[in-house]
């Protein structure tokens, strides 16, 4: 499943860039706000998510932002073959791990806790998608 997002965003990238304008209209919602949290991306502006659609959880890396999704999330939205994604992001408070163990469980904790979470909410999808950035 990472393989065919890799696939749809490497064939998005080689189709020809006329140099339009981008235009991101986009919001993020706070689903969970405690000491780390997690946000939805979302184009419609509705906050609603769909049972039926694939959660993909974004685990930003060292020092990252749950915003960092916004790209990622984009392209893979404006796809035509009708796959249905719901973005999230864990917010873990853009903190340096790369040399702490003790924020690194704690922040796999969370992310735990929020894949168990998505599960729940998108309990027709057929499975869960985790995209990390860098040493995410």
Not at 43 to 50: D, I, M, P, R, S
Not at 119 to 132: D, I, K, N, T, Y
Request: glycine content about 8%; proline content about 4%; aromatic content about 8%.
């Amino acid at each position: 499943s990472v393989a065919y997002l890799g696939f749809l965003l490497r064939q998005r990238a080689s189709q020809c860039n006329r140099c339009e304008m981008a235009f991101m209209g986009t919001r993020l919602y706070e689903i969970v706000n405690e000491h780390y949290g997690l946000i939805l991306y979302d184009e419609l502006h509705n906050g609603k998510v769909n049972p039926a659609c694939i959660p993909v959880l974004f685990i930003p890396g060292n020092g990252g932002s749950a915003k960092q999704l916004r790209s990622l999330a984009s392209q893979s939205q404006s796809q035509p073959d009708g796959l249905c994604l719901s973005w999230y992001g864990v917010r873990l408070n853009e903190e340096l791990t790369a040399l702490n163990i003790q924020l690194v469980y704690a922040q796999a904790a969370h992310v735990g806790r929020m894949a168990r979470l998505l599960r729940e909410r998108h309990s027709q999808a057929p499975e869960l998608w985790l995209v990390g950035h860098s040493m995410g």
